[in-house]
């Protein structure tokens, strides 16, 4: 590997397992995936548009871990819990390492921002101003669009006697204002909120430069509209998170859409976990809410405006490719090029062979939606069974489903009401299947399906009832398909397909099987499949390559030292979370983490157990190594025995092994060291778009 790296290194740890010395805290090691996120928003070399949706990207992924995982820390804290972490911290200890740690993330984050960012941005001539910074000309244009798209949506919410302090909703940016009658030395306060569903930056044209001014500016200036007669003495920003976590318990599966309905409706009144403010916020206002909101001074959190950086994300949207990457266009699936002329050929096709379409390289659109739109339309489909947990607002897939009930095919859906945060799309779609006749189910009230499958049942051409399906790593979602690295399988494999059509009767019937054929399958197996696995390679030759988003499962992670330890070579490419202690003498000296981080989200798992391709193990699917996936989701892995196929696997994880552009590389100690190499070394992602563009051409 071209490069060289430092890393920390640690002396023996005691060998038994569960002794905390063993693992990383799962939350700390999340924060830390964070960080390698915020320095892509350094990286210099990228296009100042990119660097910007990256501080965005940070935000959100910042935002919903306080949502959830701060917030859980804090209902164990408030129940008493005194269970110690993998790391032997109490959960107060937690949450003071990780306040400690965002702290210096979000430092890191505004000096990004303020001393690299916006200077390249105004040179590139985009600028993100103040109401002060606009000539009158351009305030008179502002204004008149506040008041035709603006005041209309806002509603002032004033705080006294007869008006109790208003409810602040999750993720809500507001503004705190200052107010005083004339002859009157008392102050008051009042909330505006600013509107979520409206542009956060309002953008005005002048001297060749965009000027982009943000929406709570315009309201600040424009106060006088909202509050007349009365004097605003000030007005200043802050924000408000909420605990965004539920559970849904004790209830019948018949009511499960109502109940989710139910909870994410409470969502917006969670506790409070954080509150962020601007420093020139008044004392008083502060200890107000404060006071209101229940929330500890330590949980405030000073930053200069604008707040809610997540907003930075949308910058990326601007008309200005020369300040971008270039657009990526996925290529066409080559084993598909005679679709189409004739659509059925694809069935024709997989009769033949197994399909791996690996996204965004390769178009979803071309393949994964090609085929269930074609199995709709297609009059010699009987039925159509599929999974859905993530999707797109107007999902071709679901409308073909649609179609396909309405046509009078059997049309299956699991919807997975239980999806954080997509809970209102998926109880959409789940209302408008049920209007046109399609059996919908919700799956088990305590197991989240989170299997990517679809079953399609054909009477082909020779009268003969074939099943054919699809296992991938990714939701049928094909917006995050353009921007989220993930691999299926299409198949008509007997046996494999045989094992979906179980498997879609086990979570319609809520039943349980565990004799599949090929398929593997949480919680019933998988867990105890991928230790056997590890355990067959844990020998002097012994060979394991695994690629996922979180290793946090003490059983594989045990199973894993255990495999070191007896001599087996170990390379794990995890993206975020992993608490597994790599290099650490006598206890995991063979095993090497890797995360890389780049321009797509990388969310395919590859599972490859043995040196040999010929009788190696290779498999992908749904399910990461933690705790979730393996006891409390329905997870679906499926075997990759095509020799071609093996082979393109092999050549993806060695691409990733010899990254050394965006890779980083963990150590005993849990810190995150650059993998730096020549300046012309490895960049997995842009390697799979020139292989990509090879095909095209």
């Known amino acids: 590997m071209a490069g060289s790296l430092l890393c920390n290194a640690v002396g023996p740890l005691p060998p038994g ?35 910007a949706r990256f501080v965005g990207i940070f935000t959100t992924l910042t935002d919903e871990f306080f949502r959830v995982r701060v917030a859980g820390l804090k209902e164990q804290e408030a129940a008493g819990v005194t269970e110690l972490s993998r790391a032997g911290r109490t959960p107060r200890e937690q949450i003071d390492h990780l306040r400690g740690r965002f702290r210096e993330l979000l430092a890191e984050q505004r000096r990004v921002v303020d001393e690299e960012l916006l200077p390249e941005l105004a040179a590139a001539g985009v600028r993100i101003v103040g109401w002060t910074d606009l000539a009158e000309a351009e305030r008179k244009e502002l204004s008149a669009r506040f008041e035709e798209e603006v005041l209309p949506v806002l509603t002032p919410l004033a705080v006294g006697p007869a008006h109790p302090f208003p409810f602040i909703s999750d993720l809500s940016l507001s503004l705190g204002v200052v107010l005083r009658r004339p002859g009157d030395h008392a102050e008051s306060f009042a909330r505006v909120k600013v509107p979520g569903l409206l542009d956060r930056f309002v953008a005005v044209e002048a001297d060749g430069e965009v000027r982009l001014v943000p929406l709570e500016e315009v309201i600040g200036a ?7 007669e009365v004097d605003v003495v000030s007005w200043h920003t802050f924000r408000v998170t909420r605990n965004a976590d539920y559970e849904v318990e004790d209830i019948d599966v018949e009511d499960l859409l109502d109940a989710v309905a139910e909870e994410v409706l409470g969502r917006r009144f969670g506790r409070v976990v954080r509150l962020e403010v601007e420093p020139e916020l008044p004392e008083s206002i502060l200890t107000t809410l404060i006071e209101e909101m229940d929330i500890a001074p330590e949980d405030v959190y000073r930053s200069p405006a ?41 069935f024709r096709l997989l009769r033949e062979q197994d399909v791996l379409v690996h996204h965004p390289y390769e178009s979803f659109s071309g393949s994964v939606e090609t085929l269930i739109e074609t199995a709709a339309d297609d009059p010699r489909v009987i039925a159509m069974k599929q999974t859905l947990y993530r999707t797109s607002g107007d999902s071709r897939i679901m409308r073909a489903i649609i179609r396909a009930a309405q046509r009078g095919k059997q049309a299956v859906v699991l919807v997975e009401l239980k999806a954080r945060f997509d809970e209102e799309a998926n109880i959409a779609w789940a209302r408008r299947l049920e209007e046109v006749g399609a059996h919908v189910v919700y799956g088990f009230v305590e197991l989240k399906t989170h299997t990517k499958t679809a079953l399609i049942v054909r009477r082909d051409e020779d009268g003969k009832v074939r099943r054919y399906g699809h296992i991938a790593t990714g939701n049928y979602n094909a917006k995050t398909a353009t921007s989220y690295e993930d691999l299926g399988l299409l198949t008509a494999d007997e046996d494999l397909t045989a094992d979906l059509g179980e498997l879609f009767n086990q979570l319609t019937g809520q039943t349980a099987q565990d004799n599949y ?7 019933v197996s998988l867990r105890r499949r991928l230790v056997e696995l590890i355990g067959e390679q844990a020998h002097p030759g012994g060979r394991i390559v695994l690629k996922a988003n979180g290793l946090t499962h003490l059983e594989v992670i045990d199973a894993l030292y255990d495999a070191s330890q007896r001599g087996a070579d170990i390379d794990l490419i995890v993206r975020s979370i992993c608490c597994l202690r790599p290099g650490v003498p006598g206890l995991s000296e063979n095993i090497r983490v890797r995360s890389v981080v780049g321009r797509f989200l990388e969310h395919s798992r590859i599972y490859r157990f043995g040196h040999d391709p010929g009788d190696g193990t290779y498999l992908i699917g ?38 050394d552009a965006y890779a980083w590389s963990l150590d005993g100690e849990g810190g995150w060291c650059r993998i730096r190499g020549e300046e012309d070394g490895v960049n997995v992602q842009r390697t799979l778009m020139e292989w990509a563009e090879s095909r095209r051409r």
Do not use: C
């Not at 424009?222 to 007349?228: K, M, S, T, V, W």
């Open 17 to 51: 397992p569960g002794d905390p010395e063993r693992y990383f805290d799962r939350e700390a090691s999340e924060i830390e995936y964070h960080a390698r996120v915020l320095q892509m928003a350094a990286r210099t070399e990228l296009p100042v548009l990119e660097r």
């Open 222 to 228: 424009h106060l006088d509209r909202l509050f007349p």
């Open 306 to 346: 604008p707040l809610d950086l997540g907003a930075m994300w949308s910058l990326a949207d601007l008309d200005r490719p020369d300040l971008k990457l270039p657009r990526w266009e996925p290529v066409p699936v080559m084993a598909f090029a005679d679709m189409a002329e004739d659509p059925s050929s694809i």
């Open 517 to 523: 054929r090929k398929l593997i399958v949480a919680p």
């Open 622 to 659: 749904s399910a990461d190594m933690m705790g979730r996936n393996l006891d409390r989701r329905v997870e679906a892995i499926t075997p990759v025995e095509d020799p071609r196929l093996r082979a393109r696997l092999d050549d993806l994880l060695d691409l990733y092994l010899r990254d």
